[in-house]
């Protein structure tokens, strides 16, 4: 379930075949809301009658972080294994579509232009010949 415009495809591949969010372990959590509040892509809803977070958008979550359960003092959030990513890089073959990526759009990712873009006093741009 989803009720915002997070949920976009994840390196081509649609947000819906990734089964990929955090899974509340009730009895250890204590109902403090830190994930609730840390996370930027509205997953969690937070049920005031019994005082838990719910998932309640899991295709919002961001494939690959784990932000909600590195602040949870309680280790009361669950994610897949990292290995569950590391194959679905290999299956999906993202290595390749990285450095396409990559070569398609430097303008978008190389670090002098980057540098240039910011400061361009500390990094001018070479002079033509
Ligand atoms: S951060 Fe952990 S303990 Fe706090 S509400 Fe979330 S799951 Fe529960
Ligand atoms: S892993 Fe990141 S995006 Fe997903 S619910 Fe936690 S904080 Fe939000």
Redesign the pocket.
């Known amino acids: 379930m989803s009720d915002n415009n997070f949920v976009r495809p994840w390196h081509g591949i649609p947000r819906e075949q990734i089964d990929w969010h955090p899974t ?1 372990v009730a009895e ?9 509040t840390s996370c930027g892509r509205q997953v969690f809803a937070f049920d005031y009658l019994s005082n ?2 719910v998932v309640l958008n899991g295709l919002n979550c961001m494939v690959g972080c784990t932000t ?1 359960a590195t ?4 280790d ?2 669950e994610f897949p294994s990292q290995g569950f990513i590391r194959q679905l890089v290999r299956e999906r073959k993202l290595l390749r579509r990285s450095k396409d990526e990559l070569r398609a759009n430097r303008e978008k990712y190389d670090l002098m232009l980057r540098v240039r873009k910011c400061m361009p006093e500390a990094c001018p741009a070479p002079e033509a010949s």
Not at 28 to 36: A, E, K, Q, T, Y
Not at 71 to 74: A, I, P, S
């Open positions: 509340v250890r959590c204590i109902g403090c809301g830190l994930c609730v838990k977070p909600c602040v949870c003092t309680q009361a959030l």
